[in-house]
């Protein structure tokens, strides 16, 4: 029986999570998740449906510094659950074609039949040129080594500006598809049903330059029972992490507990921040990716 491997990456904010929210609960067979998480406490796994086994690993990217754990990973949930799928989502500041050769390697050296199925790239358009100017061929790693590629938050920019980032994205990557409409519009079946009329392409990573390992150029920072919040609170706070003064947050995530006893998942990026209510108690935390993070001054935001 083959066990297929579908990669779904996106720099850091994406929309990766939720992406795999829709898709998870519709897909047909056995399925298992790999979450990366690039600092040293997961959040995005504590989002996904509990039935759904779940192998989390902190702490650096399964790129380069946790390679070992992800190969163990795999070779684990293949062999405990016998799963259809893996479903794998990297650390927002992963490079794909490296995550390619790694997962080509493990079904190289396994008894099992692993193969991979799709790279899903998404693309936060509202983001595309400041991160194409920030971080160059780092970004567009995971652009150029898509088959598919879905755009997020189109509500952020014109029409007009739009096609144009399109037509950008299309100079990186010539042959993968792209769905040139917001998929968050479309259920999982629907999503499911595009990825499998999707042609099957060879599955080869793109000659790259030799880039900077992700733990040179970011660092992380991370908070265990951050303290309680008010509403207000949550939205001041979120506006002012684009204030220099806590360094180059490039995201921030996390869940909190209001004093009104519920508890919220935030999301922030540079580009655009938003909170929701979650439906049980989790425990909280809160994660900041960036540069030159002034870590001071996070915690005396977020601690109690």
Not at 250 to 255: D, H, S
């Amino acid at each position: 029986m083959s066990i297929y491997i579908n990669i779904i990456s996106g720099f850091l904010g994406a929309g990766k999570t939720t992406f795999l929210k829709k898709i998870i609960p519709k897909m047909k067979g056995k399925v298992v998740l790999i979450e990366n998480e690039f600092g040293d406490i997961g959040v995005d796994g504590d989002l996904i449906p509990k039935e759904f086994p779940i192998r989390e690993i902190y702490a650096g990217c399964i790129c380069c510094s946790v390679v070992q754990d992800f190969r163990k990973a795999i070779e684990e949930l293949a062999l405990e659950y016998k799963p259809d799928h893996i479903l794998i989502e990297p650390s927002g500041v992963g490079s794909l074609s490296d995550i390619i050769k790694i997962c080509e390697s493990i079904s190289k050296k396994s008894d099992l039949d692993i193969r991979i199925k799709h790279l899903i790239t998404i693309v936060d358009v509202s983001a595309f040129e400041d991160y194409v100017e920030n971080f160059g061929g780092f970004y567009l790693d995971q652009i150029r080594n898509a088959h598919i590629i879905f755009l997020s938050h189109f509500d952020k920019i014109e029409h007009k500006e739009m096609v144009r980032i399109i037509s950008q994205i299309r100079l990186n990557n010539q042959t993968a598809f792209i769905l040139k409409e917001a998929w968050h519009s479309h259920d999982g079946e629907e999503i499911i049903e595009m990825l499998n009329t999707v042609n099957s392409y060879e599955i080869a990573s793109k000659e790259k330059p030799v880039l900077m390992p992700a733990n040179r150029m970011f660092s992380t920072f991370s908070i265990a029972n951050p303290r309680i919040f008010s509403e207000k609170e949550i939205d001041t706070m979120l506006a002012s992490l684009k204030d220099k003064e806590y360094g180059s947050i490039l995201r921030a995530k996390g869940i909190l507990e209001l004093n009104t006893k519920q508890f919220i998942h935030f999301n922030f990026t540079p580009h655009h921040d938003h909170w929701e209510y979650l439906e049980e108690c989790k425990a909280t935390k809160v994660v900041i990716i960036g540069s030159d993070l002034n870590k001071q001054k996070i915690s005396e935001g977020f601690q109690k």
